[in-house]
């Protein structure tokens, strides 16, 4: 998570998620349309609940949106509101058209909501309601339905709104009530556009209305929500289904036909968090169909007002929504129908919810703004919304990879182009502006994994600079290493670690977490060596395997760890803070982990030396040598004792997403069982349909994607082509590779709904006996058929020496040369 401590604008105290048991389960009313696809029957889109975790932290974007679409539509609330709407009984201020979705930070986006009123109270316009805390209106609980590329809510004033969505552009449908407002006889709709955003961060902005077409348009300067810098957006609004009445502009809670355009600046009294409300309405006449319906197409654009109003023309000429609203059932159906589930008899349809659920919230980021960069022209695709990587690497573009790798091809050439213009690739990126680095620089690690896995279909990505980008992140500290690359180089260079105070005049950034920033450099490097090592740069794999080592500097071999009541945990040797003179600080090992406190764990200036985790956390991190850190640790049984230990105590923490690949490391120590059981205490337990259904922020659908990726039974150890192989949680599963059109399947012989067949007995691959504990993605790429039979017991399946996937110290590529 990208939590939740914002350097630049946050006011409230950090807290840790809170935990509720709200067990409502949802009921939802979805419209079917025959099936087309797979053997799961019922068409997978029934199966997709967007409401799941818009409660409790998980800050799920459950609006109207295409996959990796720019617009997304959704009511927004006054709580809880990264994802623009919340369950949290909060009010309806607006409805808006693009969000991001699960961010710890600030709310993001949310720019220029329209909303709709019935009339104003005694026909007099300054009897309706114009600032946001004004006009804030509960709405109807039971109203609210949400299914891919289609939202809709009704207010308590008995207005129903409902929205669908192209790539740029939101259509809403306002129905009002068949009652005139007080003091008038007819009804005469009021529709407003307010220049403000979700975090309140406009920095200036400028509306003008048309007296005769009620077009409202504009555009708005302002801040991204965890960054730095500001971002200029564009807006066009067009109606249809009622006669214009009036228009005019408003600011505060008055309004005036007249003038028909105004701008706001920061007056440097008001400014915010009081930003002065201002924007401009169209006030109608009834509308002209009998179900009182007004559209409102809103098209957005980051370069100009005029190509707002093109992309809205172009995308949506005729104001059909239900012909919108197909479209965009149908993209869904083309990017989630790649997936064909059986689920088995027995299998509860929730863990069918849960499943779509999640693959759908792992294609919402990143956002598709190819043809909308005022930054640079360039003919290459432009994605934004990498937020951020530090989440995304581990199991969204892993994801994504396999779901859809058209995308995962355009998303890497966006990161390399960003290289090109901005001389960095990206951790974390939002609205167009720099988002903060949250330990090391993860982009190194997405292209890593693509490389190994996709590269024979990446038309168009040029890995000669995408290695130049990734050396570029190990050999050169940027001035400002907060938002971009790595600080403390000179250190990793010349001392092997990033010492706790350490001395660097080179660039500027937080100096904290050098525990994790040190691990994740180190696995940063060997990244780098991997692609190094295929690409022919042999001194320069030899130089980064040897970097991905220095995890070790810093593993205190001594230091034990108690709880704070004093208990012993029985377990020595863990990563501890080391001094720049290279004598040994201290930090509590269980300090950052939810059964000792939180405090200060973000980026904040008086953070600690772990990044919102544990040192018992990052100890577990060295994902390219598990054999030599198991080794280290006192061996596999130890290993698996403390692994379970992580899980048992309260240390961890599975709403964060360093905690994915701890539930599979038993795989290293040759005890894959002990994995598929581990992912069974997580799921459905803290992974469910409720509302509250996901244990932290989804950030950008990371929870989504581990949960889909467990179910699959195919976990990727991120950066590496290994995947780990588990029972997929239904009896078999199909995925189309989108490019080679090749089909993987795997299926479970013996499978239970109970899940009590939990364990690997023996597996064939096409056929063939196969005991490898892992496979690599040639599988999703030229297909297979992959079989597992299961049965009660633990067996020795997955278990030897040669059975375990790949460790830096015991692989090919390491042979133990490179250790220290
Ligand atoms: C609204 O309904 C949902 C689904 O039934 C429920 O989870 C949520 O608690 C309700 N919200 C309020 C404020 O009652
Ligand atoms: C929502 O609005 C209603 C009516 O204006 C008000 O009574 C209520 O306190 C508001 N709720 C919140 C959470 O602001
Ligand atoms: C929306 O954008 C995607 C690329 O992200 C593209 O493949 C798709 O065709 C676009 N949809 C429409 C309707 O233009
Ligand atoms: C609005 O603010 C942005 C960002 O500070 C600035 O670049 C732009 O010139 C301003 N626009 C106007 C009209 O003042
Ligand atoms: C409003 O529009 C008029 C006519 O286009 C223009 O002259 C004026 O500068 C605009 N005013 C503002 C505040 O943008
Ligand atoms: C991109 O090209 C257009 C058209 O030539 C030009 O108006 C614009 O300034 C260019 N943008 C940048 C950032 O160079
Ligand atoms: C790839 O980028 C390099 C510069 O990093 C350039 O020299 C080379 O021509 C590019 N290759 C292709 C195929 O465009
Ligand atoms: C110490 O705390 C742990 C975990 O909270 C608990 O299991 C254990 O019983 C406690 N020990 C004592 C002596 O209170
Ligand atoms: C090393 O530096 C630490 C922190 O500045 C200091 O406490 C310690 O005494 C130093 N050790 C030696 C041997 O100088
Ligand atoms: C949490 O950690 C901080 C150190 O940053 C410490 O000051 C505080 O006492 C701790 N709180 C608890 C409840 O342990
Ligand atoms: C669903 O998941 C949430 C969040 O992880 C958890 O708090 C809740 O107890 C779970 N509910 C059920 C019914 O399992
Ligand atoms: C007092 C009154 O009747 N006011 C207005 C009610 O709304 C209609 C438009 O729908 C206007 O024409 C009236 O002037």
Redesign the pocket.
């Known amino acids: 998570m990208q939590d939740r401590f914002h350097p630049q604008t946050r006011k409230e105290t950090p807290t840790m998620p809170l935990y509720t048991t709200l067990t409502t389960l949802l009921t939802l009313t979805l419209t079917l349309t025959p099936s087309t696809l797979g053997q799961s029957g019922p068409n997978i889109l029934s199966f997709v609940d967007p409401l799941i975790g818009t409660v409790n932290g998980g800050h799920v974007f459950p609006g109207a949106t295409l996959p990796f679409g720019m617009a997304k539509a959704v009511a927004d609330v006054n709580g809880e509101n990264q994802g623009g709407f919340a369950s949290d009984g909060s009010n309806v201020t607006g409805f808006s058209h693009m969000h991001d979705s699960g961010t710890g930070g600030s709310p993001s986006l949310g720019n220029f909501p329209l909303f709709p009123q019935t009339g104003c109270p005694g026909d007099i316009l300054d009897n309706c309601l114009f600032p946001e805390e004004n006009r804030a209106t509960p709405y109807i609980n039971s109203s609210v339905q949400a299914s891919p590329g289609y939202f809709a809510i009704e207010l308590a004033t008995n207005i129903k709104a409902e929205m669908t969505v192209t790539n740029h552009t939101a259509l809403y449908r306002f129905s009002f009530p068949n009652t005139p407002t007080e003091g008038n006889a007819t009804l005469s709709p009021l529709i407003l556009a307010d220049l403000i955003d979700l975090p309140h961060s406009r920095i200036n902005g400028s509306v003008s209305v048309d007296a005769n077409t009620g077009r409202i348009s504009g555009t708005g300067s302002f801040n991204p929500s965890f960054g730095i810098g500001s971002y200029t957006l564009h807006f066009c609004a067009d109606f249809h289904g009622a006669a214009v009445r009036d228009t005019g502009v408003f600011m505060n809670n008055r309004a005036g036909t007249e003038p028909k355009n105004l701008s706001v600046v920061q007056d440097g009294v008001n400014n915010s968090p009081e930003i002065l409300p201002a924007g401009a309405w169209t006030r109608f006449h009834a509308p002209n169909g009998s179900d009182n319906a007004i559209l409102a197409r809103v098209g957005v654009s980051f370069i100009s007002v005029d190509q707002a109003c093109h992309n809205a023309e172009s995308e949506i000429p005729g104001f059909d929504f239900e012909a919108v609203h197909t479209a965009a059932r149908e993209a869904w159906t083309d990017t989630l129908g790649v997936v064909e589930v059986t689920p088995g008899p027995g299998v509860n349809s929730s863990l069918q919810t849960v499943f779509w659920s999640g693959l759908y919230r792992a294609s919402l980021s990143p956002q598709d703004y190819t043809g909308e960069n005022p930054l640079w022209n360039s003919t290459e695709p432009y994605y934004d919304s990498f937020y951020c990587i530090w989440d995304s690497f581990r199991s969204i573009h892993t994801m994504i990879t396999i779901l859809d790798p058209v995308s995962q091809v355009r998303m890497l050439r966006s990161l390399i182009d960003i290289y090109r213009h901005e001389g960095w690739l990206p951790d974390c990126r939002m609205s167009l502006c720099k988002g903060f680095t949250q330990g090391g620089s993860n982009a190194d690690i997405v292209l890593a994994d693509s490389y190994l896995k996709i590269k024979s279909i990446s038309d168009g990505v040029n890995w000669t600079t995408a290695y130049e980008a990734v050396v570029h992140d190990a050999e050169v500290e940027p001035e400002n290493w907060s938002v971009q690359g790595r600080g403390g180089l000179h250190s990793w260079k010349n001392l092997h670690y990033i010492p706790t105070d350490d001395y660097d005049p080179y660039g500027v950034g937080p100096f904290t977490r050098s525990i994790s920033r040190t691990v994740e450099y180190a696995y940063d490097d060997f990244c780098i060596a991997e692609m190094a090592h295929d690409l022919g740069h042999a001194a320069d794999a030899h130089k980064y395997y040897s970097r991905s080592t220095y995890w070790h500097n810093m593993f205190l071999p001594s230091q034990t760890s108690s709880l704070?009541n004093n208990t012993d945990t029985g377990f020595t040797g863990f990563l501890q803070p080391r001094f720049p003179n290279t004598t040994w600080g201290y930090q509590n090992p269980i300090?950052c982990s939810p059964l000792?406190?939180f405090?200060?764990c973000y980026l904040n200036p008086?953070g600690?030396e772990t990044y919102e985790g544990s040192a018992w956390l990052y100890t577990t991190f060295v994902p390219h040598d598990m054999a030599t850190l198991i080794t280290t640790l006192g061996g596999p049984e130890t290993f698996v004792t403390r692994l379970d230990y992580l899980h048992e105590s309260g240390l961890l923490y599975i709403g964060d997403e360093q905690a994915f690949l701890p539930v599979y490391q038993y795989h290293y120590a040759g005890r894959p069982a002990k994995s598929a059981l581990r992912a069974h205490t997580y799921i459905p337990a803290l992974f469910n349909t409720t509302r509250v259904g996901i244990p932290g922020n989804d950030d950008s659908g990371a929870m989504g994607s581990f949960v889909a990726l467990a179910m699959l039974g195919l976990f990727p150890n991120p950066g590496q082509d290994v995947y780990l192989i588990t029972p997929p949680f239904f009896q078999e599963w199909r995925i189309t590779n989108k490019v080679t059109g090749k089909v993987a399947v795997v299926r479970n012989l013996n499978f239970d709904a109970r899940y009590e067949n939990l364990f690997i007995q023996s597996a064939r691959l096409d056929g063939e006996v196969y005991t490898r504990n892992w496979i690599g993605h040639d599988f999703f790429l030229y297909g297979g058929v992959l079989e597992l039979v299961l049965g009660r017991n633990e067996s020795s399946w997955g278990t030897r020496a040669e059975d375990l996937p790949p460790s830096l110290s015991t692989g090919e590529r390491g042979m133990g040369v490179y250790g220290w």
């Open positions: 704070h300090f000792l406190n405090t200060s008086d600690h």
